[in-house]
């Protein structure tokens, strides 16, 4: 057997004002066939997988390239093209072969392609032939559309959020292509589209126990696979929303009523998955009112790098300085300008310095503080599961009694160790304010002695009805309250 493995991906937020271009490929790194000759990362980890997992079986496998980019805007079509093409040339070189297996997100957008995934996927399909067996591994934040449906044979998203179980999917993923491959079984897939935009946190119920469920159906009565696409609210394309994925053994009507019985059962309980968000100013007051010892996190979810956000947004700092509150750290906050100040002013140095706000709106307004330079660092990592992710440069400033760590590489806040370079041990603040939307929940949440959703006008606010979406022309929950019949909110 032969294997082709490769990743092209990114979760594009097509109402951010900042492109995704080549360099937010080139700071998660681009590999030309030699990704798992490196560390792994969230994306990266799954060729890892394959790559182990068919050469113990001693097949071949061809690894075409790895890039993967931290979301924002719009991709720039060139960028795109370039990428897709890279590795439809190295599949045509590769020819024949067994099996594809892509590590994709599921939600990317390109000028001129609102299906990045389907078109790729299309592509792959017409090289690879009819009797190549195709899989794809999916961030369950992603669009599945139709021509991705028909062009893949297998398609897994990831089930938790956090996305703790990359690895666990792509081995998943294998297994079931692998199985396909040598006729053990016939796979086909079936969508149900669930007229929802949301999102929906795995760590806690009513998800926790719908993860479950989803899990308990696998592996019997024929059912070979079972993903709900949670969906990216923040991507204006004619699938975003919430669908839920069977893959069955030879039989489609059977895959067709099990995601039709979940995505029911979802919609039913769609008001228990809501989640409370707090107003800024709030958030703070009920942190200052907490007892000592451990801290109150507030995750700024509006202004998450990994939706796409700037994460340069100022609208929790200023509820902080607002309130006097004294004895909070905040991070990341990306300011590359920032640092380069920072740096030139040594550790040490105190002066006044404008931090944040550079994106438009969604960024707020820039702060002025004085500031002192507390510490440098350079070429820094945060762990996300078992992989380490780049944060770049880091400086740790500190005004109003206020520890502000900005970074140089625009990323999300995953885990407690970000701030190990600059020698910070969150657990001793009081309060820690994380630019993420639920990432940073499997690292934080230990030491958290309670954990605060907060909007603000960011990037990624979770305003689900008002979203301005203009290409989906199906009704959906909650800007109607039951879109199955057209009652209106
Ligand atoms: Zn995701």
Redesign the pocket.
């Known amino acids: 057997m032969k294997v082709f493995i490769a990743c092209l991906g990114t ?1 594009t937020n097509t109402f951010v004002p900042f492109p995704t271009g080549r360099r937010n490929f080139e700071e998660n790194g681009v590999f030309h066939g030699d990704a798992t000759r490196h560390t792994p990362n969230l994306f990266s980890a799954p060729l890892h997988v394959w790559r182990r997992r068919a050469e113990t079986r001693g097949w071949t496998v061809v690894e075409s390239l790895f890039a993967f980019a931290q979301p924002a805007g719009v991709t720039v079509r060139a960028v795109y093209e370039g990428y897709r093409d890279e590795i439809l040339a190295d599949l045509e070189k590769a020819l024949p072969v067994d099996i594809v297996l892509l590590s994709m ?1 599921g939600a990317m957008v390109a000028d001129g392609y609102d299906d990045c995934e389907g078109d790729l996927l299309s592509r792959v399909r017409a090289l690879a032939g009819p009797r190549a067996i195709i899989g794809g591994e999916l ?3 992603c669009h599945i559309t139709t021509a991705m449906i028909t062009q893949a044979d297998v398609l897994v998203t ?1 089930k938790e ?1 956090p ?1 703790i179980d990359m690895a666990e999917r792509a081995e998943e993923l294998f297994t079931l292509c692998a199985d396909a491959a040598e006729g053990k079984t016939r796979p086909v897939m079936a969508v149900y589209d669930c007229r929802m935009v949301g999102m929906y946190r795995t760590p806690v119920e009513p998800m926790k126990s719908f993860v479950a469920r989803m899990q308990a159906l696998e592996g019997k009565d024929g059912v070979l696979s079972v993903s709900l696409g949670h969906g ?1 609210p923040w991507g204006d394309v004619a699938e975003v929303g919430t669908q839920s994925l069977v893959v069955a053994d030879g039989d489609a009507a059977k895959a067709a009523a099990v995601a039709r019985q979940l995505g029911q059962e979802l919609f039913a309980m769609r008001d228990s998955t809501l989640v409370t968000y707090w107003q800024p100013d709030d958030a703070v007051a009920d942190a200052e009112s907490a007892q000592a010892g451990r801290p109150v996190v507030l995750a700024d979810v509006a202004d998450n790098a ?1 939706g796409g956000s700037p994460s340069d947004s100022t609208f929790v700092l200023e509820a902080l300085l607002r309130r006097d509150y004294k004895g909070a750290l905040i991070g990341l906050l990306w300011d590359p300008v920032a640092f380069q100040i920072a740096e030139e002013a040594g550790e040490g140095a105190t002066l006044d310095m404008r931090i944040g706000g550079k994106c438009g709106p969604i960024s707020g307004q820039p702060v002025d503080l004085r500031v002192t330079v507390k510490k440098l660092a350079y070429d820094c990592r945060q762990s996300f599961g078992p992989t380490k992710n780049g944060t770049g440069n880091l400086a740790w400033l500190q005004a109003d009694g206020i520890d502000i760590v900005i970074n140089t590489r625009r990323t999300q806040l995953f885990h407690p160790d970000a701030f190990a370079p600059l020698g910070l041990d969150p657990a001793r603040y009081r309060l820690i304010v994380v630019k993420s939307s639920q990432h940073f929940y499997a690292g934080f949440a230990p030491l958290a002695s309670k954990v605060h959703y907060v909007t603000t006008h960011g990037g990624i606010e979770p305003d689900f009805a008002n979203i301005r979406h203009t290409k989906r022309t199906v009704p959906y929950w909650p800007r109607v309250a039951d879109p199955f019949t057209g009652q209106n909110a």
């Open positions: 979760e997100h961030d369950l934040h990831f959020y996305h990216f990994g």
